[in-house]
């Protein structure tokens, strides 16, 4: 009994709220919160800090590719990763979009959404995620220039 009470306290039982920092990317909430819809999933994802407009739209532009390459090959951690940094930058791009096309952000944001919620999934739908990622490049592609320019 002693020996799990050190064992408890030495793993970090007493870590104090300043180290919990967030990564950009990674889903914020872990504190029992439940999510049941896709909305509310990518509403869990920071946004990624990001300096240069273009570069980050290619970076999202070569993730929408490869993530159909990480669902064929039953890479989940890869997918996982890549879909939250799809919403990340997705998230720190959208402000840019501005009205451009309001129809086409709001495809993006529930094609993010059911990525995410997808590659959350116990049982992987492929048929599933590779239409959504094949949407969200046809969505992002259109709204592509109103970021660059």
Do not use: H
């Not at 909305?39 to 800090?49: K, P, S």
């Amino acid at each position: 009994m002693l020996m799990m009470l050190v064992v408890f306290l030495l793993t970090g039982c007493g870590a104090s709220a300043s180290d919990t920092k967030t990564e950009p990317g990674k889903v914020v909430a872990d504190s029992g919160e439940k999510t049941d819809g896709k909305q509310d999933r990518l509403a869990l994802i920071e946004a990624a800090q990001i300096d240069d407009v273009p570069s980050a739209a290619e970076e999202l532009t070569s993730l929408i590719k490869t993530f159909k390459t990480a669902v064929e090959s039953d890479d989940r951690d890869e997918a996982v990763r890549q879909a939250e940094r799809m919403a990340a930058l997705w998230k720190s791009l959208s402000g840019n979009a501005g009205s451009a096309q309001p129809e086409k952000v709001k495809q993006i944001e529930n094609d993010l959404g059911g990525v995410l919620e997808a590659v959350a999934a116990a049982e992987w739908d492929k048929t599933r995620l590779i239409d959504l990622d094949y949407s969200l490049y046809q969505g992002f592609r259109d709204v592509k220039p109103a970021l660059t320019n």
